[in-house]
């Protein structure tokens, strides 16, 4: 490798606050700033997981009227800037899976707009993520519904687009080849400060469950733990000094403070853990994880993994120091700094951009944020870049749509939520059905109070899910039931059924579930069962019962999209949306600790 490496005597150490930077000290075994080749090369990895269109910052007011900014392209792209001159020639970027689908940015242009932006960023490797095959075709339609349509063809323009590749070591076509039209064997290398680096993609092999499984249905997600050895031990025989994972597989550590310790990461609740347990030591050098928008920033043995909460707010970094003689990464040195928020103004005192932590302060002075010893600037070209299309987006979110929220309505996921009830209940009525399903997973944001506009409705719901309908057997509906919530993806809300969960998650979650008014299913009786199209094609856990269903009990045609149902709810309700009580869904007490409870 060449001679000429560049020293590093300068390293992060893990801030108070990530938004303020600084300069760090050296850390223990790195030989002081010389002009040697034997010192260490600090390469930086910075890892971003489930952006999901997030170009646009988030803006929320103070009660003193102050705007505290969080999120969007330009302001990463400031941060990005930062880490570049911090290490001229060292940095690298990786992305851990969806990209797009989440905001009307990213719709409009079916993801163009985001590989716009990492294109100018120059990433190095994307992982594919599960909601990459959300668009299906080029073109309005969310699947193929003519003669001809490729499933795959928004997918396919985006990788055509990229200038960076896609990557996927355990995704195959239904004949077991790799798909020709990724362009790569789900790997890839790069240099950076003349070290080779491999960096090798995955995808959850949940993704015919998370996704639209009509889009996917000639495709097929291998386990991922032959094809992780196999790609990792290619990269090696190819030359590579560092290898580098991006998946978009997650974990859930509730702890930050000490990355060695990871007894807060619940081992149950995330697939890269048993991944990374099955790997021989060596197999990796580091990991930028996804899927789950839970925040890691932890070491697994020797190996550093980083995962963000997504949607632009926040990226990670792992400082690796590779030995220029041995050309392997010496894991004592590494460092990351998990979860950096991206604000580009912080409170001057608290050096804090949280809203909630500024909302309890007596006073706020905004100030612009540091970073690594710099400040931190929007960055202008990726401001122009996305302004044709955010003019775009504000003509279409300022557009009322005669309906009124009460009051603001919450999304939850691991529990009852009013903002649930009223989709379930708007999917039942519209639908003139018996029941109504939605999935937590489906709602992406609170809906505010007063009078709504498309983007208010747009942000609540962003996939293009339609209505549809199942006729199912109370027996049916009850199986149905058991594997929605027996499926870890959140807590289902209903309506027309009360249903008794288990506390604990698992399988046989569902205790009981009865009519609204009391009265028990009936298991040969027939009902009519309102839920998002989704649902109805097996996603979330469910085609183990709905691909047993005869067609003529599938009503996949009724055309209108989530967003409509529930505007068109409101309208039918006086223009108004009345937050629904909560006591659908009752919850058993638990009997000591649940079986997978993190301790």
Partial sequence: MPRSLRTTAVLLAALASACRGGPAPTPPGLPPSSPTSDAPLRLTLVGTNDFHGWVEARRQTLPDGQVVEQGGAANYAGFVARLREDNPGGVFLVDAGDLFQGTLASNLTEGAVVVDVYNHLGYAAAAVGNHEFDYGPEGPPPIATHPGEDPLGALKARVKQARFPFLSANLREADGQRPAWLGNDGTALVTVHGVKVGILGLSTPSTPQTTN????????????LPVTLAAAQSLRARGAEVVVMTAHAGGHCTKLEEPRDTSSCDRQDGEIYAL??????????????????QTMGHFFGDVPVIETSG??????????????????VRPELTRIQAAVPVCPRVDAASGSCDVAVLREQASVHLVPATFRGGPVAPDAQVEALLAPTLARVAAAQRAPVGVTATEKLLRAYESEGALGNLVADALRSMAGADVGVMNAGGLRADLAAGPLTFGDVYEVLPFDNTLAVLNLSGAELRRLLTLGYGSRKGVFAVSGVQVTLDTCQGPQRLQRVTLSDGRPLEPTRMYRVALPDFLARGGDGLGPLTDTLPPERVDLARGDDLRQVVISHGRAHGGTLVPPQVGRIVFTPPQGACPNAVR
């Avoid at 499984?213 to 991922?224: D, E, I, K, S």
């Avoid at 949607?311 to 392997?328: E, I, N």
């Fill in 213 to 224: 499984p009509a889009n996917v249905a000639a495709l097929r997600f291998q386990p991922m």
């Fill in 311 to 328: 949607q632009s707010r926040s990226f990670g970094v792992v400082d690796l120091y590779v030995d220029p003689r041995a050309h392997r």
């Fill in 276 to 293: 990374l347990e099955a790997l021989p030591p060596g197999t990796v050098d580091a990991v930028v994880a996804g899927h789950t928008h």
